[in-house]
């Protein structure tokens, strides 16, 4: 490898260096470091054979604790060949999917095997009235993303890294970045004041754990986005209930459809879900067995849980509907308490010079000006938008499924790249 150009081999090392602290904390992965080192090295190959005009895009995990898989391999596939690989590849095209590589302990090598194709999205049970930032993150997974001839993601607990182009970059969690949480801090004050009722013990879905509930919802809406694979936008605007009026005379944004979706509602209506189950729970759990009231307080309860169940999937469905607006062109935009005021958005570029950019001091992940000017329009538009408004924030995805974020502040515009989705959603709780 020539100098200053890494490989896969350089990407399992880093990896492997910064979870030496886990260890420390005896916190392990699954696999063994030599294996590893030989799954990124064989994913890496596989990466770069193309089959019918076409290179492979697939995921692969591996956890600590065993995954229920969609469809198990019996016995399972031996992993100990770049062309072992690449035939199983294509079953798992899709970015919802993964394929569940382990290693066989009783083997005298402890060889990779491919105990089967996870669903990722149904891989973790549902727990009824805790909301979903506490499912489905696992921070003990090894995660590896293929997206094209030599373009590798991994990740595993809190750390991601990126290979593309012979060079490596450290991912960061979104949420870590402090604007992008103090927006999410925001939007639970907003998002939980529209609540019918108020918190009477239950830990979730507080101003306190509030912006990490949110934000394990908003990554689904990312993440849904980036497997589209179509680029799109997303705008928050600093003001709640901002009018259509304003919209386009204040921010210069001209919508081509609106619409009535509002996602804080659906929300703040889980939120009240959340609340009466644990209530009801709670109440059943201090009821003794031979009060007459046992039976009309579990068919509350069995009620509350039906009305959680349907309020989670409004959620799930609200997100997914504004992954699947941001494809049409232009931005899709909402208010400070995500309502969803329209898509198809067109952000007008006004003269003057409005707040000048610079790098955010605490972030190797931050953009300098002269970046900006190599991005496309949509990239340029969303930033356009944040120098003009002070405290606007857009989420752009890229076709290429890489995610940044433009946001502003009283006195500059700051632009972030390089962001993870779900490793990590959990770095400050």
Request: aromatic share 6%; proline share 5%; with cysteine.
């Amino acid at each position: 490898m020539p100098a200053g150009l890494s490989g896969p081999r350089e990407l399992a090392q880093l990896l492997l260096r910064a979870v030496e602290r886990e260890r420390q904390a005896d916190r392990h992965l699954l696999l063994s470091e030599a294996n590893v080192e030989r799954l990124i090295q064989l994913a890496y190959a596989a990466s770069l054979l193309e089959e019918e005009g076409r290179y492979p895009r697939f995921r692969i995990v591996s956890r600590t604790v065993p995954l229920r898989c969609t469809v198990e391999f019996n016995p399972p596939l031996a992993i100990d060949s770049i062309e072992s690989l690449r035939r199983i590849a294509p079953s798992v095209s899709s970015r919802q999917r993964a394929l569940y590589i382990t290693q066989d302990d009783g083997s005298r090598n402890e060889n990779l095997i491919c105990r089967g194709i996870v669903d990722l999205g149904l891989a973790f049970e549902p727990v009824v009235g805790v909301p979903d930032s506490l499912m489905g993150h696992d921070k003990s997974s090894l995660m590896l993303a293929i997206d094209g001839p030599g373009h590798i993601g991994v990740s595993a607990f809190d750390y991601g890294f990126v290979l593309r182009g012979y060079m490596i970059r450290r991912l960061v969690p979104y949420i870590s970045l402090e604007p992008i949480y103090q927006l999410f801090s925001s939007l639970a004050i907003t998002i939980l004041a529209v609540r019918e009722s108020q918190p009477t013990g239950y830990q979730f879905f507080t101003p306190a754990t509030g912006p990490l509930d949110i934000a394990a919802i908003w990554s689904d809406v990312l993440h849904s986005a980036m497997v589209l694979r179509h680029g799109g936008a997303f705008v928050i605007l600093p003001e709640i209930g901002v009018s259509q009026l304003d919209i386009g005379e204040k921010y210069g944004i001209d919508i081509q459809c609106r619409t009535n979706l509002d996602l804080g509602i659906a929300i703040a209506q889980l939120a009240d879900g959340c609340e009466r189950v644990h209530e009801l729970a709670r109440d059943d759990a201090s009821v003794p067995r031979q009060d007459r009231t046992e039976v009309a307080t579990r068919r509350e309860l069995k009620r509350a849980t039906d009305q959680w169940l349907k309020q989670r999937t409004a959620v799930r469905n609200a997100a997914s509907i504004l992954a699947n607006l941001s494809a049409v062109d232009g931005c899709v935009v909402l208010d400070r308490r995500l309502r969803v005021h329209g898509f198809g958005g067109i952000i007008t570029q006004r003269g003057g010079r409005g707040l000048p950019m610079r790098q955010w001091p605490e972030s190797e992940n931050s953009l300098d000006p002269p970046c900006c000017r190599r991005l496309g329009t949509r990239h340029r538009s969303a930033c356009s938008l944040c120098r003009q408004h002070s405290y606007a924030f857009a989420f752009v995805v890229s076709q290429d499924g890489d995610l940044r974020v433009f946001c502003s502040d009283s006195d500059y515009v700051y632009g972030f790249e390089g962001l993870d989705v779900w490793p990590g959603i959990s770095a400050r709780a």
